[in-house]
Nanobody
């Protein structure tokens, strides 16, 4: 069974930084796509950053230049380095991944983590 576990959220002052981590657990996994989404209170979940199967990384305009998305394929991990945080970045951040799991059914599926809270104070 595949699980995505996020960590690294917390409370930070505006202008500060946080680093989120996401690790996929399971055997023989192949990550097809990985990304970070966020959902602020009363708003829809939105894309923050995603790495596609071809290696291209896409950022939302609101975080471009401030956030950096990276992956560690050997450890099935993804990271989101967030700098110059603003109050509007306050949200629950979710890790998302399309994963091939040889022992799972279906073999390829879309997975979500439970989320980690990021709160940016003024």
């Amino acid at each position: 069974q595949v699980q995505l576990v996020e960590s690294g959220g917390g409370l930070v002052q505006a202008g500060g930084s946080l680093r989120l981590s996401c690790v996929a657990s399971g055997s023989g996994l192949k990550m097809v796509e990985m990304g970070w989404f966020r959902q602020a209170p009363g708003k829809q979940r939105e894309l923050v950053a995603i790495v596609r199967y071809d290696g291209n990384i896409q950022y939302s305009e609101s975080v471009r230049g401030r956030f950096t998305f990276s992956t560690d394929n050997a450890n099935n991990a993804a990271y989101l380095e967030m700098n110059d945080l603003k109050s509007e970045d306050t949200a629950v951040y979710y890790c998302n991944a399309v994963i091939v799991c040889p022992s799972c059914w279906p073999r390829q599926d879309n997975y979500w983590g439970r989320g980690t809270q990021v709160t940016v104070s003024l």
